[in-house]
């Protein structure tokens, strides 16, 4: 699917934004060799455009109390449309699921990225509700015993 036309300018502002999104707009013309008003105008456009899809704030999760990462492998008896929409619309009302993704090339269906607090916790919401989703088969789960690398900033470079 081919991409908008940006120029190095927009690749600048893209690539600003992406490493703080509390910038302020005269700091970021600033910083892209724009004058205010134009810098408003290409990032309105780049927001008109669906480039720019939203902008979020980042919180520490250990700070406040979610040490646990963890990858959690689901499959379910069949992969029927009906089953397929029962899950994912069970598992977008926890908000501990931060990612879901149906996946292929392994044997599960589902790739879930959790965060919790403890190991009691993480149990209470395998038995009493991950377990309970009609058409789930298996579980295999994977904790993050160290975290190496985490982007949240989407690389820009095969943009010409």
């Known amino acids: 699917m081919p991409i908008k036309k940006l120029d190095r300018i927009d690749r600048k502002i893209l ?13 970021l013309a600033d910083k892209v060799g724009l004058s205010p008003s134009p810098c408003s105008r290409r990032v309105r456009q780049l ?24 990858f959690i492998h689901v499959s379910l008896e069949k992969q029927l449309p009906k089953t397929l929409d029962n899950f994912e619309r069970s598992i977008s ?3 501990e699921v931060l990612e879901c993704s149906l996946i292929t090339g392994s044997d599960a269906d589902y790739l879930l990225k959790v965060v919790m607090p403890d190991m009691s916790y993480y149990e209470k919401f ?34 010409k």
């Open 47 to 70: 927001e008109d455009a669906g480039i720019i899809d939203k902008q979020v704030t980042l919180l520490n999760q250990s700070e406040l109390g979610l040490p646990l990462t963890i």
């Open 15 to 27: 690539d600003e934004i992406q490493r703080d999104g509390n910038i302020s707009n005269l700091e």
């Open 126 to 159: 395998l038995l009493k509700e991950l377990n309970q989703i009609e058409g789930v088969s298996s579980i295999r789960t994977s904790f993050v015993m160290r975290q190496v690398l985490n982007r949240t900033a989407l690389p820009l470079s095969h943009i």
């Open 93 to 95: 009302t926890y908000n």
